[in-house]
C-alpha cells in the first residue's frame, strides 16, 4: 500500500472524546508529517517529526498532540480540545536528503474522522 | 508567517485544450516547488518540481515555471485528456533548512471534458 499505512480508513467520534489516529511506514524514512485536508483549503501541516523523540508545530497544532517513539511510527491524537475536527486526514513521509536533495513525501490513504 | 496562494480553485477546459495553474509564494527563501496531483479518493501523488536554480521545468505534457523575482510559479499541462481531471496542489519549502516542511496551496480542481 505505498509503504505507508494510516487506520483506521474511517472513523467516528463523539464530541469531547479524544482519538488516536495511526501512520506507519515501511520506507526508511526519517521524516513524518500529518496534514489535515479540507475542502477548499489544500493540505495544512499538523505536526511533523524529523526525527525519533522529536517533533514540531506545524500550523494548525491547536487541539492536536503526536509522538514518535520509533521511526517507523507517528500516531496522531485529535483531543476534545479541537474545534472543529471532522476532516480528512493524510500522513506523509519523506527521506530527508538535506540541502542536497529535494523533499519529496509519500501521502498515506488517509483517514477520515467524523465527530457526530 | 509562510503562505502559498494557488489560482484558479477551479478550472474546467475542454480535452486537447492546456491548462495553467498559478502559485505565489511568501517566503523568499523558498527554494524548492513541487506539485502533487490527487485523483478522486486516491491519496497525492508528486508529478513534478523545480529548484530555484531552474525557471523551467518539463515532462512529456507538463511543465512549471519559476518566477523568483515575483515569487510566482505555475503548472502547464498541454493537450489535457480526461485522466488529467484531478486537484492540484502546489507547495514551498525551503530545502536548507533543518525543517523540510512543505506549504501548500488550496489546491485547483481541474476538469476536463471529453
Known amino acids: ?116 | 508567517g509562510e503562505n502559498v496562494e494557488q489560482h484558479p480553485s477551479t478550472l474546467s477546459v475542454q480535452e486537447g485544450d492546456s491548462a495553467v495553474i498559478k502559485c505565489t509564494y511568501s517566503d523568499s527563501a523558498s527554494n524548492y516547488f513541487p506539485w502533487y496531483k490527487q485523483e478522486l479518493g486516491k491519496r497525492p501523488q508528486l508529478i513534478i518540481d523545480i529548484r530555484s536554480n531552474v525557471g523551467e521545468k518539463k515532462d512529456q505534457r507538463i511543465a512549471v515555471t519559476l518566477n523568483k523575482t515575483a515569487k510566482h510559479f505555475s503548472l502547464h499541462i498541454t493537450e489535457t485528456q480526461p485522466e488529467d481531471s484531478a486537484v492540484y496542489f502546489c507547495a514551498a519549502s525551503r530545502v536548507s533548512s533543518n525543517t523540510g516542511k512543505l506549504i501548500f496551496g488550496q489546491g485547483t480542481t481541474l476538469q476536463v471534458k471529453p
Open chain 1, 1 to 116: 500500500d505505498g509503504g505507508i499505512t494510516q487506520s483506521p480508513k474511517y472513523l467516528f467520534r463523539k464530541e469531547g472524546q479524544n482519538v488516536t489516529l495511526s501512520c506507519e511506514q515501511n520506507l526508511n524514512h526519517d521524516a513524518m508529517y500529518w496534514y489535515r485536508q479540507d475542502p477548499g483549503q489544500g493540505l495544512r501541516l499538523i505536526y511533523y517529526s524529523q526525527i525519533v523523540n522529536d517533533f514540531q508545530k506545524g500550523d494548525i497544532a491547536e487541539g492536536y498532540s503526536v509522538s514518535r517513539e520509533k521511526k517507523e511510527s507517528f500516531p496522531l491524537t485529535v483531543t476534545s480540545a479541537q474545534k472543529n475536527p471532522t476532516a480528512f486526514y493524510l500522513c506523509a513521509s519523506s527521506k530527508w536528503l538535506g540541502s542536497s536533495g529535494a523533499n519529496v513525501l509519500t501521502f498515506g490513504a488517509g483517514s477520515r474522522l467524523t465527530v457526530l
